[in-house]
Every structure is written in C-alpha cells, then in structure tokens.
C-alpha cells in the first residue's frame, strides 16, 4: 500500500497533528469508496450519525473514553483516545478528535475536557442538534501507536473515517479520525 498521506494530509486531521506532536511517524493509509468497506466495518463507518451511538448498538454496551493525549488552547481542544465498551473491557475505536469549545456551552465544555464520555454521547444526552458529514473513508495499515492503543491488531490494516461534526447553523463543533480494529476484535 503506497503511503498516500502527502498526497491528503488533510484526510487524517487532527490525528496527523497531534501524531506529529507526539513525535509519531506518519500513518500509512489509502482513501477508499465506502462500497468497497465490508460489513461490519461498513454498517459501523458508513452513515450520517455519531459513532457513539452506533458502537453501542453493535456492542451492546456504555463506550467510554480512555485519553491518550490531550492538549487545549483555549479556543479547541484535541485528544487523542481508545473508546472502549464498558462492560466488556473491549477497545472499539482509536481516534483523535479537536472540539471547537466556542461552539459548546460551558456545561458542554467541561465534560468534553473530563473526558470521560464520547463526544457523540455529550451532544445527545444534551439534546443539541448537530449533523455528522464524512469527509472520507479510509484504509490504514496498523502501526506501533495504533497496535499500542488497540492492545494488539491481528490484520494487515485497518477501517476508518475522517468525520466532521457541525452545529445546526454550521458552525464545526469537531473534526474526527475514527478507526476500528480488526473484524476479529470486533466480534
């Protein structure tokens, strides 16, 4: 698989950020049609929705947020984290996401800075309207990090999504890198 990420190093923004901060090597990754992702990955990646809510469905579980990293400015805030059901103690999800704090309320901010729950479980349980855009789908070979966050990763590469979440009226509330482990690890 040709690294492709000089030709989109936008598609992996704001892993690539805080993987460069941390010193982390580029990802090695492809951009894929969504019909060429197989199921699971495919119910699990491919719609308009939060990937909260849809992890919980598939797993039948509360997911949580274990931070990796995370940093503030002020005006966003990045983490990067493994999301992971609660009662099984499964990761679901390795990922990094930057929340624009402007666009939340201050209640909002604070549990998006804790970091305990999802994004996607914060703006629900709020009932704040926002719609999920996909940006792109993606095909990524495993590194160290991403074998590090998972625990292990028995394939030879990987399914995700480049998200954006925006407000009602448009405003970004975050960008996302969303990406699963492997379909063994998901059963």
Known sequence: MANLSNLSPDLLYPLSFIRRARGIPKLSFEEVDPQEIPDPYYSL???EGDMTSRLEAFHEDEIKVRKLSSSSDGKAYFREVVL????AQKATEYGAIEITLQNLEEELRTAVIEAQRPLGAILNEARIPYSSAPRAFLKIVP???IIDAFGSVEA?????RSNEITSYNGDIIARIVEILPSLEELS
Request: proline share 0%.
């Open 156 to 160: 030879d590469y990987l399914y995700g």
């Open 143 to 145: 590194d160290n990090a």
């Open 45 to 47: 990646l491919v719609h």
């Open 84 to 87: 992971h059901a609660e009662n």
